[in-house]
């Protein structure tokens, strides 16, 4: 475990190569706690381990929260406000070799039954309810989705942090396929495993537009009571010179919307025997006004041009939406956007530094696994470097 730990500290991405270099350095060969007649172990033993003991026990989540734990003794983490973020990693998968989403059924051939599908397989058919299949799929590693980022498509997962923007220490760290709903929903995982494991519950929360979507900000509102501090994933405005819901009077009392000619938009024109909520799929309901008010109004052409009624549709979450609306108005929220900068500067570390643009593991398993070791590194150089602060002619102080 500690001999990763250096490879995923100093970008080793070789376990080869991470066995040479632990067998050379004494630096390294100390914090393993070998001396220096001690046998360094085979290369081979640690797929043995990752495959065994170590995922059988969850031992990478568990050193992990050790070390969040220790930033947390050493006063590191705030608490007060967290930031999410994802990034996309390429999977270890070639792009030129694909199978359509109809050919599923064929990875069931023994012939294909390697760990990263038999992985896929048995999460398929856990499902209660008919999973969403890529259009792609990776016949080495099926659950790595088919996903582009300025550039050619590639076979790719999500690493979704949570970080304590006080200093940037990754608090929770999740590893979901690279889609966009489920880099969304993973924040609901981390936040209340979060406050669980560590009794951490945030006054805000901090996202780009990805995690503005109303029914993460319901939830966020209504069920966590924290702060959204996203933009606003708002498609109401618009830009042809019509007016824009936003132009609409709406009463919470009356359960309705007024036009700027007074005219009333409801959920419903007539009482029905039966109790309707008129929420669509969408979780919307939709106000629509009166034929007869919009055929005499006199902006019809600014309103409904092409259509004979007003129609608006209004979110189940329009009242957390307001408050992320209102929030966006103050200045806490400008320092938001800085925080946010710090997950970022993460996910270039991780990169660049640590070298990690290409995942050596395969199936959603090896990508956790990956993602959880790479997070502790961070943490383990972030708090390094606070708890050991150079004094300005270069010499360490003590901590």
Not at 8 to 34: D, K, P, T
Not at 86 to 92: E, G, L, N, Q, T
Not at 123 to 132: G, K, R, S, Y
Not at 281 to 296: E, G, P, V
């Amino acid at each position: 475990m500690r001999m990763l730990i250096v490879g995923y500290g100093f970008g080793i991405r070789s376990e080869r190569r991470l066995c040479e270099e632990v067998h050379l350095n004494l630096a390294y060969r100390w914090f393993c706690r070998l001396g220096l007649e001690d046998a360094v172990p085979d290369h081979s033993t640690f797929s043995k381990n990752r495959h065994g003991r170590f995922r059988e026990s969850d031992a990478f989540r568990h050193v992990f929260e050790s070390v969040v734990e220790r930033c947390m003794k050493e006063g590191l983490v705030g608490g007060e406000g967290l930031a999410i973020d994802a990034s996309v990693i390429k999977a270890d998968a070639n792009r030129s070799r694909s199978m359509a989403r109809e050919q599923v059924k064929d990875l069931r051939d023994p012939r294909h039954a390697t760990r990263a599908v038999r992985e896929y397989l048995a999460a398929l058919d856990a499902q209660v309810e008919p999973a969403t299949v890529s259009a792609s799929i990776s016949p080495t590693d099926p659950a790595a989705r088919w996903t582009a980022v300025g550039g050619p498509a590639f076979y790719a997962y999500s690493t979704n942090y949570l970080i304590d923007v006080q200093v940037g220490i990754i608090v929770d760290v999740e590893a979901t396929p690279a889609w966009r709903t489920a880099e969304v929903n993973a924040t609901r995982t981390m936040i209340g495993r979060v406050e669980k494991q560590f009794d951490l519950k945030p006054e805000r929360v901090i996202g780009d537009m990805a995690y503005g979507a109303a029914d993460l900000l319901g939830w966020m509102v209504n069920e966590k009571a924290i702060e959204p501090h996203v933009p606003l994933w708002d498609k109401t405005q618009r830009n042809d010179e019509t007016l824009s819901s936003s132009d609409f009077q709406w009463d919470v009392q009356a359960d309705e919307y007024r036009c700027p000619q007074g005219q009333v938009l409801r959920r419903q024109w007539r009482a029905f025997k039966k109790l309707r909520t008129h929420v669509t799929k969408a979780d919307t309901i939709l106000y629509h006004s009166r034929q007869a008010d919009c055929a005499t109004c006199p902006i019809k052409a600014r309103c409904c041009p092409n259509t004979p009624t007003r129609k608006i549709a209004r979110s189940v979450h329009e009242s957390a939406r307001e408050i992320a609306r209102e929030i966006a108005k103050t200045s806490g929220y400008k320092q938001s956007r800085k925080d946010r900068k710090k997950v970022e500067m993460l996910f270039a570390h991780l990169k660049r530094i640590l070298r990690m643009d290409r995942l050596r593991l395969r199936g959603l398993s090896g990508a956790s696994d990956e993602f959880l070791l790479a997070a502790t590194a961070q943490n383990l150089r972030r708090m390094a470097k606070w708890l050991t602060p150079i004094a300005t002619n270069g010499d360490l102080m003590p901590a």
